[in-house]
């Protein structure tokens, strides 16, 4: 279709996009709104509608949408995120007991639900993304509690005084102390923010360390949410309803598993990646871009690391945005124990140790207060100097809430001490340092320069998992016998 083109309907198409293909630029004075005329829902006459598909510091992808009709005078305008659905849901935790708390900069998605435990109080999902603060949150809440309740008072009283009751109980959270210290006032209370898109956030002030007023969790969507967030047909064939066996009892089966089926094809894999490898071939599937959404290419190739095990080295690299990802998945049995690893570095040459960083696997830097926990980066397999640079680019191009105007100048000044530090140290610049890497499912490696001895720099302790990493981990309810029965009887 030519650039004159107009379609079936008599609109104009939409302009192409431009240098690189990127479909969310940068905001700056370049990037213009695309306007398409579009139908007013008040008065049914023509309107115009403009969309800016850009990057922000907070959102960062985002939809900018505003609607002018020129007949009726009606205006709207409306945030939505344009992020892709990340692989696992976030829930985050927040226990609020100072200002500083209700000041927290809050980014909550459309698909985010809200929950106050201490009142049993819980909002459901919106339409619209906002970027607010925990005050703003609450303030909104109140606001629209408050509406229609002198109506509630004539209609339906004891709803009215249920209400009442809960906006008191809001109106006293905006009424904490003004020092961090003081968390054992009656007003502290606890908010809960949980997205199964796994984007939405909540302003660290302690960046990049962890915060201990603010903890979160990373889950795996369940088959509601799935369906909810369009992911998952709920027509599909392994959610229909079937009777149970015997009992005569309709029940709504999950998504069909059996165990021994998913162990061969994970076994087919593996050896198909081997055979590869072992003919110095590197496997390639195609995939989507997860910054820019184009179509690219995943290698993959297995390497024997030695003295420790084998590894799958997966790599994506896109030529539309330039956007450049790897990963390292562990294969082998389970191991019966955690592994912590300490590393004294002290000159150039142990920066270029290699290092494994399982995507189980927390790792930390005492002198430098950098503490990441399981699941940053993913799975790596690189040196040391790699690892810390890495760090370095992440957070500085992810971490929310440390640019623009609404940053403070304090924490910004800080975190940039901070990258400083990191830089030292990457280069050499910086000793003595200690790495720790803290896995427990023992997949993790630091590579030994006097193997087969043992290195006198290097402290390898193996313990026993607790209850919690094992739940974490879902091995506390694995089934390793008779699982054939199991998944048949399913």
Known sequence: MSEHDVSASGEQPLPKLNAGNQLFQDLDSNVSATEIESLCMQCHNNGMTKLLLTRIPHFKSIIIMSFYCPHCGLKNSEVQSGEAVQ???????????SKADLNRQVVRNGTASVSFPDWDFSAPPTTTSKLTTVEGLISHFIDDLSMDQDQRKELVPEVYEQIASLI???????????????????????????????NSYVENLCAP???????????????????QLGLLNPDAEDAQETEEAGQGQVVTKGPRIN????????????????????????????????????????????VDIPHFQEVIIMSTTCDDCGYKSNEVKCGGAISSQGRRITLKIE??????????????????IPE?????????????????????????????????????????????????????????????????????????????????????????????????????????????DINVENYEHGSEKA
């Open 259 to 302: 165990a021994l089926q998913e162990s061969l094809a994970a076994e087919n894999v593996v050896r198909a990646v081997k055979e590869a490898s072992q003919s110095h071939e590197i496997l390639s599937f195609p995939a989507n871009c997860s910054s820019c959404n184009a179509p690219c290419d995943t290698r993959m190739q297995m």
């Open 87 to 97: 692989e696992k849901g976030h829930r985050y935790e927040l226990r609020c007991g």
């Open 209 to 227: 360390s962890p915060d201990p007023r603010l903890s979160i969790q990373y889950y795996h969507r369940t088959r509601e949410q799935m369906i």
């Open 347 to 364: 000159d150039k040459d142990d920066l270029s140790r290699d290092i494994l960083k399982s995507e189980t696997s927390s790792f930390n």
């Open 168 to 198: 008191a109980r809001l109106r006293t959270a905006l009424d904490l102390p003004e020092e961090h210290g003081e968390q054992n006032s009656d007003n502290a209370f606890t908010v809960v923010i949980d997205d199964p898109t796994g």
């Open 368 to 476: 430098l207060d950098l503490d990441m926990v399981a699941g940053t980066l993913g799975g790596r397999f690189t040196t040391i100097e790699g690892l810390i640079r890495q760090v370095h680019n992440e957070l500085d191009s992810r971490v929310p809430f440390m640019e623009g105007d609404s940053a403070v100048a304090e924490r910004r000044e800080r975190f940039k001490r901070f990258l400083s530090r990191l830089e030292d140290a990457a280069e050499g610049r910086l000793f003595p340092l200690n790495i720790t890497l803290d896995d427990p499912m023992s997949h993790s490696y630091i590579q030994n320069i006097y193997a087969p001895d043992a290195d006198p720099n290097m402290i390898i302790e193996d313990y026993d998992r607790t209850f919690e990493q094992n739940e974490d981990l879902g091995l506390n």
